[in-house]
T-cell receptor, first 113, second 111 residues
Framework: GNSVTQMEGPVTLSEEAFLTINCTYTATGYPSLFWYVQYPGEGLQLLLKATKADDKGSNKGFEATYRKETTSFHLEKGSVQVSDSAVYFCALNPGAGSYQLTFGKGTKLSVIP | NAGVTQTPKFQVLKTGQSMTLQCAQD?????MSWYRQDPGMGLRLIHY???????DQGEVPNGYNVSRSTTEDFPLRLLSAAPSQTSVYFC??????????FGSGTRLTVV
């Protein structure tokens, strides 16, 4: 079946540090890949997505590249801010008309001044 | 603003009580789903629907019922609340594969 594995947190970084949150997946076919962000007390928001191999999704300074050869979709940001403190979820949709998303367990990021 | 609206935001129930969590979307999305979020467990799918009149079970359906009489609404019913159902519940909708829009959640405590 489909699965998503994220690095376990929590992750604590100083402001302006480089961020990487690892995400690997298992899926058959050609899945689409997503990163969602959840700020404290809120629902999940779509951060970025990639629909095919070698695509790069980007938004708000965050980037992730769909690597089919390593089945990975790692989230990166060059310089984090306190306002980036949140929980980040990697997810996949298996494609072929499916609506369902399979989520990783989430990685909590705390950025300290 | 367009989006997914969940009510109530907070609820405390006694064991054995029943209640309905409301979810409405105004984006004409055909797909709607309910998740629960518990510490260390991530998001777990309870029930989902691919259109009016069609519902199906997710990963953790026991103790919950759903119906989808209209495209807009997808209520979640707790039949007889148990402390194990203490959680944060999220409703989500989508028009096509991926790209979910989530509601802001209902924090439920069962005592």
């Amino acid at each position: 079946g489909n699965s998503v594995t994220q690095m376990e947190g929590p992750v604590t970084l100083s402001e302006e540090a480089f961020l990487t949150i690892n995400c690997t997946y298992t899926a058959t076919g050609y899945p689409s890949l997503f990163w969602y962000v959840q700020y404290p007390g809120e629902g999940l928001q779509l951060l970025l997505k990639a629909t095919k191999a070698d695509d790069k999704g980007s938004n708000k300074g965050f980037e992730a590249t769909y690597r089919k050869e390593t089945t990975s979709f790692h989230l990166e940001k060059g310089s984090v801010q306190v306002s980036d403190s949140a929980v980040y979820f990697c997810a996949l949709n298996p494609g072929a008309g499916s609506y369902q998303l399979t989520f990783g367990k989430g990685t909590k990021l705390s950025v300290i001044p | 603003n367009a989006g997914v609206t969940q009510t109530p935001k907070f609820q405390v129930l006694k064991t054995g009580q029943s209640m309905t969590l409301q979810c409405a979307q105004d984006m004409n999305h055909e797909y709607m789903s309910w998740y629960r979020q518990d510490p260390g467990m991530g998001l777990r799918l309870i029930h989902y629907s691919v259109g009016a009149g069609i519902t199906d079970q997710g990963e953790v359906p026991n103790g919950y019922n759903v119906s989808r009489s209209t495209t807009e609404d997808f209520p979640l019913r707790l039949l007889s609340a148990a402390p194990s159902q203490t959680s944060v519940y999220f409703c989500a909708s989508s028009r096509s594969s991926g790209g979910y829009t989530f509601g802001s959640g209902t924090r439920l405590t069962v005592v």
